[in-house]
């Protein structure tokens, strides 16, 4: 049993607690307090971020931004929550089912396993070959012939065996997975392309990104670029020289603009945090000073545990300070279109060309270009949307 759970040390913990309790000391166990914690993890956190800072409807109900009710039932009565993964991998197969596909690809059988690493992971703009080789991951290689064949486990088979595909099906696999789902995220495609814009018009002006959190925290994005140096140790007698890589004065803007949505969304949940954690701190009610609300707890990146009596509260101020970012009179989209903007400016000469569209001058290739600085799409902070968020996250229907 313990074999096949997934957390087995968790469940132990548990068991303990009840033996404890409940058996060892029966007599007296009932009225004995649990200390075990619980946990309040994310339903895939990046996306929750995305869907908030884009107010991206659909996407916030998948991800259980915004809660999923039903008018008919009772006030305050919700449905079960949703699992975005296993409505992508829904999707995915409803479209190989619907194309031209080769049979053994139509013979895979979309499970929330085979394509959850792969969703989780496009916000933190993982590239279509990352994605092929975490399909790949799920295969065995055999050698037929010295050619490699794959063949994918028959959990993820409508035939209850294991499918064969040469190296081409799986890639083709990997692309499908990333097609189907990214045209399934609008918003998310409307956020990268402003961000590709952005970052477009500052490297272009051979500077490094930068954006203040929500908390006041100020992050350069300035990767370098690495000289690989060789030299011969006299410290070391082998024969073998010895390779180290130096920083250099460039600036990597690949890994700049690759990293830069990902570091972004780490940023926000790290403010998140933080903004919760000051809402432990609530004014006295004698009006002196700020008292502070004792509750145990700890966390890691977007995962919460603490005992079951405060879980509630927790859970509540955790989602106020994600109010706080995105759905306050200064959305923090808003702030971060401002700062971007700001920046720019300071590193360059703007002006409005004939369309009343402010544009800057950079230099690419050592040609003088004027690029146009992007606007927010208006959906990113439409007014309309707040209130609805808002009582999703309050679950308030």
């Known amino acids: 049993m313990l074999k096949n759970l997934k957390e087995p040390f968790q469940f132990v913990s548990m068991l303990h607690a009840i033996g404890k309790h409940y058996i060892i000391n ?6 004995k307090s649990f200390r075990n914690p619980i946990l309040l993890d994310a339903s895939c956190n990046g996306l929750q971020h995305l869907s908030s800072m884009t107010r991206d409807v659909e996407l916030a109900k998948q991800t259980n931004v915004i809660g999923n009710w039903d008018d008919n039932k009772e006030k305050n009565e919700s449905l079960p929550a949703k699992d975005l993964y296993t409505h992508a991998a829904n999707l995915i197969q409803k479209h190989v089912e619907e194309n031209d596909y080769p049979e053994s690809i139509k013979q895979i059988k979309f499970t929330r396993k085979l394509v959850k690493k792969s969703i989780m992971t496009i916000p933190y703009n993982i590239s279509l070959t990352g994605i092929q080789a975490q399909i790949k991951a799920h295969a065995k290689e055999i050698r037929e012939f ?5 063949y994918l486990p028959a959990e993820f088979s409508k035939l209850d065996k294991p499918i064969r595909l040469y190296p081409s099906e799986l890639k083709r696999v990997g692309t499908i997975v990333y097609t189907v789902f990214a045209n399934e995220l609008p918003s998310l495609n409307n956020l990268r392309k402003y961000l590709d814009s952005m970052s477009k018009i500052i490297l272009g002006l051979d500077s490094y990104i930068y954006w203040i959190t929500p908390t006041g925290l100020k992050i350069n994005l300035s990767n370098q670029k690495l000289k690989s140096s060789i030299f011969q140790s006299r410290l070391y007698s082998g024969d073998r020289p010895i390779t180290i890589s130096l920083p250099t004065n460039q600036l990597d803007k690949v890994a700049i603009k690759r ?15 933080q903004l919760f954690v000051n809402k432990l701190h609530i004014p006295s009610p004698r009006g002196e000073g700020k008292e502070n609300i004792n509750i145990p707890f700890y966390t890691i990146h977007d995962c919460f545990a603490s005992l079951p009596n405060s879980m509630e509260l927790l859970e509540r101020l955790v989602k106020e300070a994600f109010i706080e970012i995105y759905f306050s009179d200064n959305a923090y989209v808003q702030s971060l279109h401002h700062q971007l903007t700001e920046q720019i400016r300071d590193l360059t000469e703007t002006k409005l060309d004939e369309n009343g569209e402010e544009i800057a001058k950079v230099f690419i ?11 927010l799409p208006y959906s990113f902070t439409d007014p ?12 308030n229907p």
């Open 26 to 31: 029966y007599k007296e166990g009932i009225n």
């Open 146 to 150: 010295s050619r490699p064949i794959f």
């Open 259 to 273: 990293s830069w949505m990902p570091n972004l969304i780490h940023s926000l949940d790290s403010a998140n945090i």
């Open 365 to 375: 290739r050592n040609k003088e270009e004027w690029l146009t600085i992007p606007k």
């Open 384 to 395: 309309d949307l707040t209130e609805k968020f808002i009582k999703g996250l309050t679950k």
